[in-house]
């Protein structure tokens, strides 16, 4: 079965970096886009960005753009998503995710996607 696991978050000063890493299995990584979003409390889940799956094209949020980068290594499986200068606006569970359907860039929506990891915790301190 699909699985999509997340690591490397925790808590962080503001202005300070953090990379998040995602291992997936049970499905052809290299064929599908990749995404990020994130869930604050009482909030929606709110896209971060996308890469295609080949990785020559990536999307981002107004919000995080110019400081996170969204990557990833088809020969490991891997997407990653380096976060810089932290905002504590930034806090939230960050959940990677791959589209329902193969070889189609990644939109803002999270009904384009269907394959969820189970989230990891990011905390930014003032």
């Known amino acids: 079965q699909v699985q999509l696991v997340e690591s490397g978050g925790g808590l962080v000063q503001a202005g300070g970096s953090l990379r998040l890493s995602c291992a997936a299995s049970?499905?052809?990584?290299?064929?599908?886009?990749m995404a990020w979003f994130r869930q604050a409390p009482g909030k929606e889940r709110e896209f971060v960005g996308a890469?295609?799956?080949?990785?020559?094209?990536?999307y981002y949020a107004d919000s995080v753009k110019g400081r996170f980068i969204i990557s990833r290594d088809n020969a490991k499986d891997m997407v990653y998503l380096q976060m810089n200068s932290l905002k504590p606006e930034d806090t939230a569970v960050y959940y990677c995710?791959?589209?329902?359907?193969?070889?189609?860039?990644?939109?803002?929506?999270?009904?384009?996607?269907?394959?969820w990891g189970q989230g990891t915790q990011v905390t930014v301190s003032s």
């Open positions: 049970g499905f052809t990584f290299s064929s599908y886009a």
């Open positions: 995710t791959a589209r329902t359907i193969p070889r189609v860039m990644g939109g803002p929506s999270p009904d384009e996607y269907d394959k």
């Open positions: 890469i295609s799956w080949i990785g020559e094209r990536t």
